[in-house]
């Protein structure tokens, strides 16, 4: 069993859709972080959180310390925001253990 | 104030070649991670840097890989006598404080030919 899971493994949606995407992990975390890659390859920092909830335009994170889960939310989604979106923990020194990620289509 | 660089983006290398692979941290940075990724596989963590120290090397290959973070310049993975299965993507990220948020370069598409 994988120390980060994710699911779905794929998504898709049709513009305009509320998608959720869940990570749960079963190591003790410093912070657990959402990243977003592009076909391209690129790799981008959607959040960084330790506890609670974040937002971000239309991107809300939360995270469940207790149940070891968190969430990422995308509201009114759009077809740029296809892409992989990849769950990651910080474990001892720093170092980031990632799930297989989340590859999500949006229709237009 | 520019961020994660690395070069080159693409490195074609023959069997038994040597790769160098290089990692620019954003500005203020003293602290770089150098993760891999393998075709149609997830990332995976190699190494741990911090200004001339390694700091976790677990992740690493024992043979054939290396990495430096020198007082001056940047961070260099290199791979020695490369074989087909080190065709990957090499990404480096690097963060201001241990913990803190990790940024990330646009990776390095390694190709053994």
């Known amino acids: 069993k994988n120390e980060v899971e994710q699911s779905p493994q794929n998504l898709t949606a049709q513009e305009g859709e509320f998608i959720t995407i869940n990570c749960s992990y079963s190591?003790?975390?410093?912070?657990l972080h959402w990243l977003q890659q592009h076909p391209g390859g690129g790799i981008v920092s959607l959040f960084m959180?330790?506890?609670g909830k974040k937002k971000h335009g239309r991107l809300i994170a939360t995270i469940n310390i207790q149940e070891k889960h968190s969430s990422l939310h995308i509201t009114a989604s759009h077809p740029r925001d296809s892409a992989v979106y990849i769950c990651?923990?910080?474990?001892?020194?720093?170092?980031?253990?990632f799930g297989e990620g989340t590859q999500l289509t949006v229709n237009p | 104030n520019a961020g994660v660089m690395q070069n080159p983006r693409h490195l074609v290398r023959r069997r038994g070649q040597e790769a160098r692979l290089r990692c620019s941290p954003m500005?203020?940075?003293?602290?770089v991670y150098w993760y891999r990724q393998l075709p149609e596989e997830g990332l995976k963590f190699m190494v741990y840097?911090?200004?001339?120290?390694?700091?976790?090397e677990s992740g690493m290959p024992k043979e054939r890989f290396s990495a430096e973070f020198p007082k001056e310049g940047p961070s260099i993975l290199r791979i020695q006598q490369v074989v087909r299965g080190d065709s990957a993507a090499y990404f480096c990220?690097?963060?201001?404080?241990?913990?803190?948020?990790?940024?990330f370069g646009p990776g390095t598409r390694l190709t053994v030919t």
């Open positions: 990220a690097s963060s201001l404080t241990r913990d803190s948020e990790q940024y």
């Open positions: 190591v003790g975390i410093s912070a």
């Open positions: 959180l330790s506890s």
């Open positions: 990651a923990v910080g474990t001892s020194g720093s170092r980031l253990t």
């Open positions: 500005k203020g940075h003293s602290h």
């Open positions: 840097l911090q200004k001339e120290n390694i700091i976790d």
